[in-house]
T-cell receptor, first 114, second 115 residues
Framework: GQNIDQPTEMTATEGAIVQINCTYQ??????LFWYQQHAGEAPTFLSY????GLEEKGRFSSFLSRSKGYSYLLLKELQMKDSASYLC???????????????FGKGTKLSVKP | EAGVVQSPRYKIIEKKQPVAFWCNPI?????LYWYLQNLGQGPELLIR????????DSQLPKDRFSAERLKGVDSTLKIQPAELGDSAVYLC?????????????FGPGTRLTVL
């Protein structure tokens, strides 16, 4: 079966660091994406991991461990505008009709407080 | 460069009525996706197109939903007849290809309310 788990909600303080975890069990694996979605808006791409390790992009970093089926998104120097939902999505393995499809988690709603 | 365009942004209809959503992907993007997103949930794939071919429609409720991408560019998603449970946001996304790193770019979505 396919299962992607993320915490439903998190709260953090402006200027702090927050880590959003994602665990997955999917039919094959061909990369993991993190998207940010502000309320009422479209998801926007944050990061992509396909190999184990840490990818850093400014204030945001994403980590992947394929053997553990685990990823996290790390947000540093939190700003009020970072209040949004963060979606973890796994790309299925390329085969048959499911080639390249993303399976999304339910998202983690992050609230940043002053 | 223009992003993914969707219309309408909002639609309110009564149950049993038909409804259609339109999507114009980013120029040059061969792959087009339609997703459904319920409140507090992640997007769920309905159908994926490679050019004009629907390569994965396994999650599309074909008794009432249909989609087309006739010239491999714009796409239309239709529901007929709509049911109360169809109230959701319908997202369109496009990407240059379907595998590997290819990032999906999402449109703003159409928020459907069925009364």
């Amino acid at each position: 079966g396919q299962n992607i788990d993320q915490p439903t909600e998190m709260t953090a303080t402006e200027g702090a660091i927050v880590q959003i975890n994602c665990t997955y069990q999917t039919s094959g694996f061909n990369g993991l994406f993190w998207y940010q979605q502000h309320a009422g808006e479209a998801p926007t791409f944050l990061s992509y991991n396909v190999l184990d390790g840490l990818e850093e992009k400014g204030r945001f970093s994403s980590f992947l461990s394929r053997s553990k089926g685990y990823s996290y998104l790390l947000l540093k120097e939190l700003q009020m505008k970072d209040s949004a939902s963060y979606l973890c999505a796994v790309r299925e393995e390329n085969y048959g009709g499911s080639q390249g499809n993303l399976i999304f988690g339910k998202g983690t709603k992050l609230s940043v407080k002053p | 460069e223009a992003g993914v365009v969707q219309s309408p942004r909002y639609k309110i209809i009564e149950k049993k009525q038909p409804v259609a959503f339109w999507c114009n992907p980013i120029s040059g993007h061969n792959t087009l996706y339609w997703y459904l997103q319920n409140l507090g949930q992640g997007p769920e794939l309905l159908i994926r197109y490679e050019n004009e071919e629907a390569v994965d429609d396994s999650q599309l409720p074909k008794d009432r939903f249909s989609a087309e991408r006739l010239k491999g560019v714009d796409s239309t998603l239709k529901i007929q007849p709509a049911e109360l449970g169809d109230s959701a946001v319908y997202l369109c996304a496009s990407s240059p290809g379907s595998g590997g790193y290819n990032e999906q770019f999402f449109g703003p979505g159409t928020r459907l309310t069925v009364l």
